[in-house]
């Protein structure tokens, strides 16, 4: 059975810093990975969707890397705001399957 | 932009009563979903479907659930006798093709009494 896991499960930086979200995952045989936002009590915005086929997908300051064999994957925040203060989930999708697989989430708070 | 959307945001019942929770996916998707986050705990997979049928189910998924598409937009769970433990954010996904982006709504909180 897939479980995702995510590192660390909160996280509190200064403006202005470069930061990594880590996930990771216990079965490497996946079809995607998705990076997701989530806002207190909101529903899920997705940021990034990675292939298992890619290494890497970047959308403005957010670039996702996947390592599928070790079963990791970081999500790269450059130059951060206080916007980007959320809790961010990363979910694998299995290659038998088509449904996702959530880790429990990283709460990041980016101070003024 | 297109978007999932889902009503009601929050219902509250009581226990032992049915809930139908309503959702609109994105115009031109095939796949729809379900899943559900208790409070403080992950997100969790409940159903999938398409063309009509369920694809995929979890264990949590039981007798107590069913989805149905009753028309050609609204995509919908019911809970036939609510327990104390369904209380959740309830989230409901769509994508276009399978293997790609799912989509979220908003959810809907539903509290059981």
């Known amino acids: 059975k897939q479980e995702v896991t995510q590192i660390p499960a909160a996280l509190s930086v200064p403006e202005g810093e470069n930061l990594v979200l880590n996930c990771s995952f216990t079965?490497?045989?996946?079809?995607?990975l998705q990076w997701f936002r989530q806002d207190p009590g909101k529903g899920l915005t997705s940021l990034l969707l990675?292939?298992?086929?890619?290494r890497e997908q970047t959308s403005g300051r957010l670039n996702a890397s996947l390592d599928k064999s070790s079963g990791r994957s970081t999500l790269y925040i450059a130059a951060s705001q206080p916007g980007d203060s959320a809790t961010y989930l990363c979910?694998?999708?299995?290659?038998?399957?088509?449904?996702?697989?959530f880790g429990g989430g990283t709460r990041l708070m980016v101070k003024p | 932009e297109p978007e999932v959307t889902q009503t009601p945001s929050h219902q509250v019942t009581q226990m032992g009563q049915e809930v139908i929770l309503r959702c609109v996916p994105i115009?031109?998707?095939?796949?729809f979903y379900w899943y559900r986050q208790i409070l403080g705990q992950k997100v969790e997979f409940l159903v999938s479907f398409y063309n009509n049928e369920i694809s995929e189910k979890s264990e949590i998924f039981d007798d107590q659930f069913s989805v149905e598409r009753p028309d050609g937009s609204n995509f919908t769970l019911k809970i036939r006798s609510t327990k104390l433990e369904d209380s959740a954010m309830y989230f409901c996904a769509s994508n276009s093709v399978l293997y790609n982006e799912q989509f979220f709504g908003p959810g809907t909180r539903l509290t059981v009494l």
């Open positions: 990675i292939q298992s086929s890619q």
């Open positions: 979910a694998v999708m299995g290659d038998a399957g088509n449904m996702l697989t």
């Open positions: 115009s031109n998707h095939l796949y």
């Open positions: 079965d490497s045989a996946i079809y995607n």
